[in-house]
Structure formats: C-alpha cells, structure tokens
C-alpha cells in the first residue's frame, strides 16, 4: 500500500493525515506514507516529531506545485491521494486526477474550506467530521461521517505523569490556554490582560499550562507570576497528551482539531472563535457547543476583565480535578472510533467497494 496524504498550512490539517496514517500502518505495517505539505516554519516543526516519513514540499506556486505534484506521483503511482484540506490538497489532487489516481477528502470543519469546497466535485469520496457538513455539499452523493481522528498519543491518560512534568499540584485545577498550532495573539492579550481581575481563590485554586505562539513564555510566566500562581509556557510543545492530561478545562480557539481533542479528553472549555476569514470557526463552535460543555465567547464583545469573569465562573462550577483521572480511564474506547472509520473509507476507497473492517 502507497499512499500520498496531503496536508499542511496548519496543525488542524496535518494532525488528522496524521492520525489516518498512524492507523493505517497498524492494519497495513508494510504501508508506505507520502505527506505533502507546504514549507511553514509551523509545518516544519510538527514534520520533525514524524521521524523518518517522507515529505514533499511545496512553494504556494500554483503552476510549479501542479507539475512537481505530477512529476512526482507519476514516479511514485500511488494507489490513493487523500486531501484533508488547506493549499497543498489542491496541487496534489488536480494532478492525481489528471493521472487517473484514485482520491479522497477529509473536511475538519463544520462549514467546507475553500480547497475542500473545490476538490469534492474530483474527488471520489468526501470524509467529514460533521454531520452538519452535508448540507455544505449537497451535489456531492458519496460523503460520509466518519468524525475528525486524533492522535493516539494525545487518547493516552497521564495525569499523574502530566503534573509531574509540569511541576504542577494536584490539589488545584489546571487552566489549558491554547489558541491553536500557531498561536493567537488575542488570545494571549485577553487571558494575560485578564490576571489583575482574577479574584485571590482564583488564584490559589488554579494553575495554567500557556501555549502562547509566538509570545515570550518567559514573559507569560513571569506575567502569571506577579498575578500570584503558577503557570508553565511553551512556545510549540509537541506533547499535547501531557498537556490535556493536566487539563481540568480549557481556553481556546474553537479550530476542528482542538475541538475533536478536548472532546476526547472531555474538557471543558471557552470557546473564543476566530473573528475573521469565511467564520468556520464560530460555525464549528456553535455546532460542538450543543453537544459538549463549552461556553462561546465572541472576540468582539471580550474584555480581559469579562474573560477573567467567565474564567472564575467556569471554575467554580466545573467537577472537582480528581474526577479527571476517571474520565480518562474511558479515553480509548471512545475516540479510536474516528481514526477506524476514516481508515475503513480509505480502505473501500482503495478496493472500490465496501468490506467490513
């Protein structure tokens, strides 16, 4: 079995090729795994933890991707091209289309990215995380749910090991603040701007695991500091299973990625959606919000003092952290159901008709 998993532009799109992959070696050992991506510094840094994959890397030059995506998967003839999504699905698939390869989308997303809204009318299947997604694509007859795969590290339940690493106690709660693979600026304002507002049992109850981008995580932990509790930061940190293991709830973005996670892991969380672009993200945020314990915050009408506000509220009324350590038990048997099911649409995909798998 060789298959290209193109991807990239974002952990939201490389994290699930990922997770397809992780499940397919374990049916197929013998399976060879080709990922196409772009050449952000971001897409480097997750590429390194893969070890030894092969990668090809495109320029975000329409014409010079489309015939080195040709030249290459003429060489190599795949037996599958999967897209999940962002600049480097379309090169990929356009050129495997032309070369009379079989091909498949994933779409992360409630609402269809630009790529994905494109591919699906070439592609011979559409695997979606959501079920609201059909109603994006309603030409489109062979799409199925098959959810949005996580990583198996990140299904692995270590709570005792995650405090440990993070020198953090297990008698307070641990506030997870991530704005996504790369960061989010107003996100980092907004949580750090909110410090001077946080009440004196906020703070003893509370400790923060800060994954601030480009910010300073000297500056961020030093910020925590003089506000008077704990806080460890990270710049890019590539162990998210420690980092949700330690988590009791949770301050985020609201990207497919970091949804399907904390949904895995059940934390709760403030959901603050990306303000701009096509608004997939206020759209994901309102869809898992009807199913799962998290609160939507619009970034216009959000203070730091009104997120301080939320913050104290959410903790007082979330279970106490030693209930964690029970969810987590439950992790496994409730998440792998995504990476099987994407891997089975991958598998007919490639036999041309369904089997049980």
Known sequence: MKIVLACGGSGGHIFPAVSAAEELKERHPKAEIIYFCGKKRIEESIFKTLG????VRLDRKPLTDFFRAWRVLAAEQPQLVVGFGGY???PALAAAKCLGLKTLIHEQNVFPG???????????????????????????????????????????????????????SGDKKTLLVLGGSQGAESINSLFLGGLPFLGKDFKE??????????????????????????????????????????????????????????????????????????????????VFSQTHEALVAEQSGLTPEKLAALLQSFLSKNR???????????????????????????EETLAGKTHEC
């Open 52 to 55: 030894q994959e092969r990668i």
């Open 88 to 90: 480097a699905s379309v």
């Open 114 to 168: 630009r790529a994905n809204r494109l591919l699906c009318r070439i592609a011979d299947g559409v695997a979606l995380s959501f079920e609201e997604s059909r109603g994006y694509l309603p030409r489109f007859k062979n799409a199925r749910v098959t959810g949005n795969p996580i990583r198996r590290m990140v299904e692995s339940a270590r709570r005792k090991e995650a405090l440990d690493f993070f020198s953090f």
């Open 205 to 286: 109850r509370m400790q923060a695991l800060h994954l601030c981008g480009k910010m300073s995580p000297t500056e961020s932990e030093a910020r925590c500091r003089e506000a008077g509790f704990v806080c460890r930061a990270y710049s890019f940190f590539d162990r998210m299973d420690l980092a949700y293991s330690a988590a009791d709830f949770s301050l985020g973005r609201a990207g497919a990625t970091f949804l399907a996670e904390i949904s895995a892991r059940q934390i709760p969380a403030i959901l603050v959606p990306y303000p701009h672009g096509d608004g997939h993200q206020r759209l994901n945020a309102r």
């Open 320 to 346: 106490p952290a030693d209930s964690r350590e029970v969810s987590a038990e439950t992790v496994d048997n409730q998440t792998s159901g995504a990476r099987r099911a994407l891997a089975c649409f991958i």
